[in-house]
């Protein structure tokens, strides 16, 4: 029979287990996959809570057991809304555009949140979209702030 501190450990190690491998059954709603078209009508909303399809906020998109392809393609999925916003940012830097690629990115960190894995290389992928855009301006900032608080 084990002690307490034998079943403490055995409980510490399945935790640590569930934990790392995540299952893999969590589903990311449809509304985060079905396209940049419905994160930018989204994203019109911005810097007020926006939400694909009426109901999902992008950093909900990032489930922590979600399978690496849902995943992915919900980053492609950002990465290209982002570049189409960027393209307007650049034209504009004091635009709407800029307010809602702010939020893009802040709901990107709020969703993301991590420094390893597919999540990372995600939020990496999408943040590689500033290359090139002004982030010093109110409206980026505005959208930012919002994005991170709301998104």
């Known amino acids: 029979m084990l002690g307490n501190r034998h079943r403490w450990a055995v409980l ?16 990311v709603a449809p509304e985060c996959l ?20 009426g109901r999902v906020a992008i950093s909900d998109c990032f ?20 570049e189409d916003l960027k393209r307007e940012v650049r034209r504009a830097p004091h635009s709407e555009a800029a307010v809602q690629l702010g939020y893009l990115i802040g709901a990107v960190h709020r969703g993301a949140g991590t420094d390893v894995g597919i999540h990372y290389e995600a939020r990496r992928r999408v943040e590689q979209e500033l290359t090139g855009v002004r982030t010093d301006t109110e409206e980026f900032k505005r ?3 919002a994005g991170e608080r709301n998104g």
Do not use: H, W
């Not at 510490?12 to 589903?27: S, W």
């Not at 489930?63 to 982002?82: E, I, K, M, R, Y």
């Open 143 to 145: 959208g930012l702030a």
């Open 34 to 53: 079905e396209g940049p078209a419905t994160v930018r009508a989204a994203l019109a909303e911005a810097p007020d809570d926006v939400r694909l399809g």
């Open 63 to 82: 489930q922590a057991a979600a399978a690496p392809a849902d995943v992915q393609n919900v980053g492609s999925t950002l990465v290209d809304a982002a």
């Open 12 to 27: 510490q190690v399945g935790l640590a287990l569930l934990v790392g491998c995540g299952n893999e059954d969590v589903d």
